[in-house]
């Protein structure tokens, strides 16, 4: 089974902080997302990667940082925190076309 | 900018009845599809893909997909309680995913 890992589950921070969320995957998949969800506004795409130091802005980068150092690891950076960035936050990852997409568990984030 | 459409519900269904979960999109070329189940507080997690016209059976769930009508759908037969959930529908484009907002279903025991 594939497995997504992310380094909490709840986090409070408070505003003007560095916050750095962590994601590792073990099946070697070189696709990796990160979205945001809240109520009514669904699964919104931040950032994602197709390989190695490589990302792509989604649907709602403003404000938000990524980083693939490693083929296994994705880092999502809130290089300042504010309150509206309260959110669950959720990593995925999938294996290329047609592949379906495979979850972390999310981290419940929120912003003081 | 892809688009999927999912009624938010929410939908009762008494135990033991068929749920009917649908969706649209907007992509006619649009190849993949895919159904994700999401308890409160959860993450997603894969139900069923499909990627021809038709229906694809697996277990007590029925995807259709109808690609002339750019609808599909997911049948849950025997609904349980444990079936209670939120179901989110995902148009695969390339390999970044479009996902509805997703359709919250109660089995009502």
């Known amino acids: 089974d594939v497995k997504v890992t992310q380094s909490s589950r709840y986090l409070v921070k408070r505003t003007g902080e560095k916050v750095f969320l962590e994601c590792v995957q073990d099946m070697d998949h070189e696709n990796m997302f990160w979205y945001r969800q809240d109520p009514g506004l669904g699964l919104r795409l931040i950032y994602f990667?197709?390989?190695?130091?490589?990302?792509e802005k989604g649907d709602i980068p403003e404000g938000y940082s990524v980083s693939r150092e490693k083929k296994e690891r994705f880092s999502l950076i809130l290089e300042s925190a504010s309150t509206n960035q309260t959110s669950m936050y959720l990593c995925?990852?999938?294996?290329?076309?047609?592949?379906?997409?495979?979850f972390g568990d999310g981290t419940r984030l929120s912003i003081l | 900018q892809k688009e999927v459409e999912q009624n938010s519900g929410p939908l009762s269904v008494p135990e033991g009845a068929i749920a009917s979960l649908n969706c649209t999109y907007s992509?006619?070329?649009?190849?993949?599809f895919f159904w994700y189940r999401q308890y409160s507080g959860k993450s997603p997690e894969l139900i069923m893909s499909?990627?021809?016209?038709g229906d694809k059976e697996d277990g007590r769930f029925t995807a259709q997909l109808n690609k002339a009508s750019q609808y599909v759908s997911l049948l849950i037969r025997d609904s349980q309680p444990s079936d209670s959930a939120t179901y989110l529908c995902?148009?695969?484009?390339?390999?970044?995913?479009?996902f509805g907002t997703g359709t919250s279903l109660t089995v009502i025991p």
């Open positions: 995925a990852s999938s294996g290329g076309p047609n592949q379906p997409q495979h």
């Open positions: 499909i990627y021809s016209n």
């Open positions: 992509d006619r070329g649009s190849q993949s």
């Open positions: 995902a148009d695969l484009g390339g390999n970044q995913f479009y």
């Open positions: 990667s197709y390989d190695v130091k490589m990302k």
